[in-house]
């Protein structure tokens, strides 16, 4: 069944987007845009509830538009207040103006966390390998005061950029290069990962003019040998089944030529019991003439 309505490419588009932190009981801003002309655009909540961004009228309102018009293919939507509950999956539908058809659509993460965020809260290393975790402010960059971190071993870590590669703290640990506190970010190198470094870590931090120290919890895990080589025992295996199977066929295959050539060549039992049957057939007939002349010669004689 054809599409009654024409889709052009960029219609068609359902792109990936970014994640938003934003500090719980602050203002949530969430956005796309696309390079056409827009005639509408809606949000649909993790939970499925749908906004559509209307314009600020009062400052009363729970969400309104924002953006530079839907004309030059901005849709935006503030929400005065954002609680734990609007974490999660939004996505952004936008309307074409000229064209009818599929909406274009865009997906983002928001994430409501404290003021200090893990921008992964769980990250899987190997031992021996170089990790990096990573915390910042939420709501935009903001200065932090100081970065530390506490490891699963409770070893605490006073960081900055001023700590390199070349003078990592216990020659492992060191500021990820290209970041900065003045800008909100908090980010440590490990760059061997022993079995200590495996479990909860702790990145804390004092935000802008915040009375209060911040922190997020980065889970740093590994896959385990069992694991690893019980993945591989059972590719084994699967792959010595497949060989057994495609052998089995195989020679089923060449069985089956075999034993029709030896059909053509030998008759069946069946066949060989007639020919012997029909053998002693004519034995029997031969040694019944033969006594009948041997009794006419006597005949004779007499």
């Known amino acids: ?25 602050g203002t949530l801003l969430v956005s796309c845009h696309t390079d056409f002309s827009l005639k509408y655009c809606w949000f649909q909540h993790p939970n ?10 009062n400052e009363d309102q729970p969400f309104w538009y924002t953006g530079e018009g839907l004309a030059v293919g901005q849709c935006g939507i503030t929400f005065k207040r954002v609680t734990k509950q609007d974490s999660g999956i939004w996505r952004c539908h936008m309307g074409p103006k000229r064209q009818a058809g599929i909406e274009t659509t ?27 975790l990573y915390c910042h402010t939420a709501n935009g960059k903001r200065p932090l005061y100081y970065c530390r971190f506490l490891s699963p071993s409770y070893v605490g870590l006073n960081i900055d950029s001023s700590v390199t590669k070349a003078d990592a703290i216990l020659d492992r640990f060191y500021f990820t290069p290209g970041r900065n506190i003045t800008v909100g970010d908090c ?15 702790t990145c804390a931090a004092i935000v802008n003019d915040d009375v209060m120290e911040s922190s997020d919890v980065i889970r740093v895990f590994i896959v385990t040998e069992s694991r690893y080589q019980a993945g591989i025992i059972g590719g084994s295996i699967g792959a010595a089944v497949l060989v057994l199977v495609l052998m ?3 020679f089923y295959k ?49």
């Open 106 to 132: 865009h997906n983002i993460e928001v994430r409501v966390t404290g003021p200090l965020a893990a921008n992964k809260r769980e990250i899987q290393a190997r031992i021996g390998e170089s990790i990096t």
């Open 1 to 25: 069944m054809s599409n009654p309505f024409p889709v052009s490419s960029r219609q068609q588009r359902d792109t990936e987007g970014t994640t938003i932190f934003v500090q719980e009981d």
């Open 254 to 302: 060449r069985g089956s030529t075999i034993l029709s050539l030896f059909k053509r060549q030998n008759p069946s039992p069946d066949g060989f019991s007639q020919r012997m049957s029909e053998i002693t057939d004519v034995n029997s007939r031969s040694s019944q003439s033969s006594i009948e002349s041997e009794r006419d010669l006597g005949t004779r004689q007499n």
């Open 48 to 57: 499925g509830s749908q906004f559509t961004p209307v314009r600020l009228v």
């Open 248 to 250: 089995g066929y195989v």
């Open 187 to 201: 980010s440590l190198t490990i760059s061997s990962v022993h079995e200590d470094d495996i479990g909860n870590w």
